[in-house]
């Protein structure tokens, strides 16, 4: 991921948490003041959705994800690598799984106009937003297979 992509990728989702905070707290005040804010929740669902989506993307293009070096300390170099490339086409093969059970809902459901119940958010976009991540963060993890990090 390129160093501007990867800047406005972490803009965006930052943005999205944010958001999702601010639409919690709004909604906490007004509880407290005897009213309440329609639709808080899915709101909070769709900036969730869209930060995690991203930073699952971000997450994979510069190896910040979790990683136990149990095993991978006591290896070579080359071993690491090796076992780098296993587990980046085991992740691969993951979302893989996520994203074929996404698209595959995602397909079934496409006819059905399905909106969320209080604002009417589309979720067939927030479903292929989240297969597009899961196909981004498939080709980085294929590109890191064949050329691995030095």
Not at 120 to 130: D, E, K, N, Q, T
Request: charged share 15%.
């Amino acid at each position: 991921m390129t160093g501007r992509i990867r800047r406005v990728a972490i803009w965006t989702g930052g943005l999205a948490l944010l958001a999702a905070a601010l639409i919690d707290t709004g909604a906490v005040l007004a509880r407290n003041f005897a009213t309440s804010i329609h639709g808080s929740i899915e709101l909070i669902q769709l900036a969730v959705l869209i930060a995690g989506a991203i930073a699952l993307a971000v997450a994979v293009a510069s190896h910040t994800y979790a990683q136990v070096h149990l095993v991978t300390d006591r290896l070579s170099e080359s071993g690491k690598r090796w076992l780098d490339r296993v587990a980046a086409v085991a992740v691969a093969l993951f979302f893989l799984c996520l994203l074929a059970g996404s698209a595959w809902i995602a397909s079934d459901l496409w006819g059905g106009h399905e909106l969320s119940e209080v604002m009417g958010v589309p979720w067939r976009w927030m479903r292929l937003f989240a297969i597009l991540c899961f196909a981004v963060a498939i080709a980085i993890l294929l590109h890191q297979i064949w050329k691995p990090r030095r």
